[in-house]
């Protein structure tokens, strides 16, 4: 797939489901924030996973606001956005049908922001060698 041979991806977010993603891109793909867990949308917490104590909607409504803020919602409970445009950089296979990946919004990386919001924890297995810094 040439997304995942690109150095960088850009992303023009249209909707969010939770926390750490996926985030559906206008240009195609679906981006999962690398290096973080932060809880399902329903609480709970998948086995063999790091688990926050910020409940899954509080995580997604961190993201949603550095997104640009919710728009409505889809039938299926998705967030709409319409925020900045993200440059992302794919961190390894892609997982569920969605490119991980570090992005970066005008106000800096997400992955990083949702660690030091306290609504997601990093996340070893998918945290490769990327350091947030606090």
């Known amino acids: 797939m040439a997304l995942l041979s690109a150095t960088a991806i850009t992303c023009t977010p249209t909707r969010v489901w939770d926390g750490d993603g996926p985030i559906w891109c206008a240009e195609g793909p679906r ?15 998948r086995r063999r996973q ?17 997104l640009g803020g919710g728009r409505g919602r889809t039938a299926d409970g998705h967030v709409l956005v319409a925020g900045p445009r993200l440059r992302c950089r794919p961190a390894g296979p892609m997982s569920y049908r969605r490119v991980v990946a570090w992005c970066q ?3 800096g990386d997400l992955s990083c922001a949702q660690l030091r919001a306290g609504v997601a924890l990093r996340w070893r297995s998918y945290h490769g060698l990327e350091v947030c810094r606090r």
Do not use: H
Request: hydrophobic share 45%; charged share 30%; proline share 9%.
């Open 31 to 45: 981006i999962r924030l690398a290096g973080i867990a932060a809880r399902e949308i329903d609480g709970r917490c």
């Open 50 to 66: 790091p688990c926050p104590k910020a409940s899954g909607i509080e995580a997604r409504d961190r993201l949603v606001a550095m």
């Open 105 to 107: 919004a005008p106000t």
